[in-house]
């Protein structure tokens, strides 16, 4: 599948010479206004692209429930167990959003190859650095709610165990696991449709290291010798 419905039309938009399909531009410096230079590039597009990303998602997301399966091969959904302790949460935690950061220069590169800016735009490395800035400036706030979860626990303890008599603790971690929950499986949909792509096997993670987490916070509320059960 071509990635443009005219590939000469959409060359010469890109490079200026034309604002819209068929009519020169007059500017001596060959920009065109950025709003009508992306929507005259978008009418050309076909969705070459969009598959692409959607299958190497959907490729991604396949090969990491795989590798989640083939580690837990031996046991049934009940006996899945956390990691042996709080601190492989807090790292694996905080390796899933970190890595984040090369998967979004990943995605302006490839963006940027896909000729999705104008030849004329600020370099890509400014969207690269504010986006790693956003990610900085908000990993501490994201490590205080992973600690929230697992200071004090013992672990390890079955993924899908709950306190013992203890119903409005049951609800209530399972609630906070849920607020956090649904919104980072919407956003992987969306990455496994539309990328990055790359962050598809770390959003992955982070969900079954939430349901780990809960765990994690139920073993405060059970005594010692019920931990593992």
């Known amino acids: ?23 020169p531009n007059a500017n001596p410096d060959r920009r065109c206004p950025d709003e009508q230079w992306y929507k005259a590039m978008n009418n050309l597009r076909t ?8 299958g190497a998602g959907l490729v991604a997301s396949g090969l990491t429930v795989c590798g989640f399966m083939w580690l837990g091969r031996k046991k049934t ?5 956390t990691p042996k302790g709080s601190l492989w949460i807090i ?9 984040q950061i090369p998967a979004y220069d ?17 370099s890509v490395m400014i969207p690269m650095s504010q986006v790693q800035d956003i990610l900085l400036w908000l990993f501490l706030p994201y490590l205080v709610i992973w600690l929230v979860f697992v200071v004090g626990s013992r672990l390890p303890v079955k993924v899908f165990s709950n306190a013992s008599g203890r119903p409005l603790v049951n609800a209530f971690w399972t609630g906070v696991t849920a607020l956090l929950f649904v919104p980072i499986a919407l956003i992987l949909i969306g990455a496994i449709l539309d990328g990055p792509t790359m962050i598809v096997p770390l959003l992955w993670l982070v969900l079954w290291l939430l349901l780990c987490a809960r765990s ?6 059970r005594p010692a010798r019920l931990a593992l059960m």
């Open 1 to 23: 599948m071509p990635a443009y419905t005219d590939v000469v039309a959409a060359e010469r938009i890109r490079t200026g010479q034309e604002c819209e399909p068929g009519i």
């Open 47 to 54: 969705r070459k692209w969009r598959f692409v990303d959607a």
């Open 77 to 81: 959904w009940r006996e899945l167990s």
């Open 91 to 99: 790292g694996l935690a905080s390796a899933a959003w970190l890595l």
């Open 106 to 122: 990943l995605l302006f590169m490839t963006e940027l190859a896909r000729g999705y800016y104008p030849p004329w735009s600020d």
């Open 216 to 221: 994690a916070a139920l073993t405060r509320h």
